[in-house]
């Protein structure tokens, strides 16, 4: 009975040891966030061109840091407004959208990171 009592109290005692020892759950620093907020953040423009489905805007800011030619689009203000991106400058970017016609030139337009639209047969 004295060792069960023994081995019980060691085993508790290791146990508290343990949890004490272990990393704060959650230590998030600033740069991490703004990290993320890069990674994320929306792109916005003023559409320059509309050919058929190929849309060029002129980007206003920086540019986040996930547009690149190839990237997946979702166009935050028309309704099933997948694209891809085909084309990026210093300051313009080009992508492909089957909702182009429902874009006018002039206007803002705010692009934000989406699944990549397969092609056509």
């Known amino acids: ?16 040891a343990w949890i004490a020892a272990a ?16 990674k994320t953040a929306n ?15 002129a980007v206003d800011g920086e540019k986040p840091a ?3 030619k190839g990237a997946g689009i979702k166009l935050a203000d028309v309704k099933g407004g997948l694209g891809k991106i085909v ?6 970017v080009t992508f492909n959208t089957k909702k182009a016609s429902e874009l006018k030139v002039g206007d803002k337009v705010a ?5 990549v639209v397969p092609a056509g047969c």
């Open 23 to 38: 990393p704060p759950a959650a230590d998030v620093t600033p740069n991490a966030d703004k990290a993320d907020e890069a």
């Open 87 to 92: 084309d990026v400058s210093a300051t313009s």
């Open 66 to 68: 996930w547009v690149k």
């Open 111 to 115: 692009v934000a990171k989406g699944k």
């Open 43 to 57: 792109l916005v423009g003023t559409i320059l061109s509309i050919e058929g489905i190929r849309v060029e805007i």
């Open 1 to 16: 009975m004295l060792r069960r009592l023994t081995f019980t109290l060691a085993l508790a005692v290791l146990c508290a």
